[in-house]
T-cell receptor, first 113, second 114 residues
């Protein structure tokens, strides 16, 4: 089992604050993705990181892939109510023929206006 | 189509009833995946198709679960003799090829077994 643990599980912050969500595993992944899911909808892909140590920025969101390709973080600067949702990390196993993603346990973020 | 389409959006089934959930992937996407998502949890892998071939069904929880994609496009997930523990959101996703660059998900089917 390629378990991905996310922390924190729940996060409630005021608008304008910064936050970081962590995604950790003992397994190595060929790529790691972050999704955001809103109630009643499927997850929506935010970013894919593929190189150890890679950092990607998407407006106020910064994503980092660990050097060992086992962990990742998502940092949001100046959070807004529209950032509210369930954030999921997902890893593609680093093995030949593996084609499915393993999803993390999720972080539910609430940004209070 | 422009996105992944799933139907029905909601399904209420009596325990013991059979159900069929449909997924219409993005045109041209070779890979199709089914996931099960319990309330407040991350999605859990059920099965994977490449074109019409079911290459991995290791996540199907029992032999009551069956999936097919006969012509390499639309897929159906069938659950026989539904039980209360089958209540969940069933998500379908497609990709051009494999999982490496990520999926496009449908909105899911919420199944409630009463």
């Amino acid at each position: 089992t390629q378990l991905l643990e996310q922390s924190p599980q729940f996060l409630s912050i005021q608008e304008g604050e910064n936050l970081t969500v962590y995604c950790n595993s003992s397994s190595v992944f060929s790529s790691l993705q972050w999704y955001r899911q809103e109630p009643g909808e499927g997850p929506v892909l935010l970013v894919t990181v593929v190189t150890g140590g890679e950092v990607k920025k998407l407006k106020r969101l910064t994503f980092q892939f660990g050097d060992a390709r086992k962990d990742s973080s998502l940092h949001i600067t100046a959070a807004q109510p529209g950032d509210t949702g369930l954030y999921l990390c997902a890893g593609a196993p680093y093995q030949t023929g593996a084609n499915n993603l393993f999803f993390g346990t999720g972080t539910r973020l609430t940004v209070i206006p | 189509g422009a996105g992944v389409s799933q139907s029905p959006r909601y399904k209420v089934a009596k325990r013991g009833q059979d159900v069929a959930l449909r997924c219409d992937p993005i045109s041209g996407h070779v890979s199709l995946f089914w996931y099960q998502q319990a309330l407040g949890q991350g999605p859990e892998f059920l099965t994977y198709f490449q074109n019409e071939a079911q290459l991995d069904k290791s996540g199907l929880p029992s032999d009551r679960f069956f999936a097919e994609r006969p012509e390499g496009s639309v897929s159906t997930l069938k659950i026989q003799r539904t039980q209360q523990e089958d209540s969940a959101v069933y998500l379908c996703a497609s990709s051009i090829q494999g999982a490496y660059y990520g999926y496009t998900f449908g909105s899911g089917t919420r199944l409630t077994v009463v």
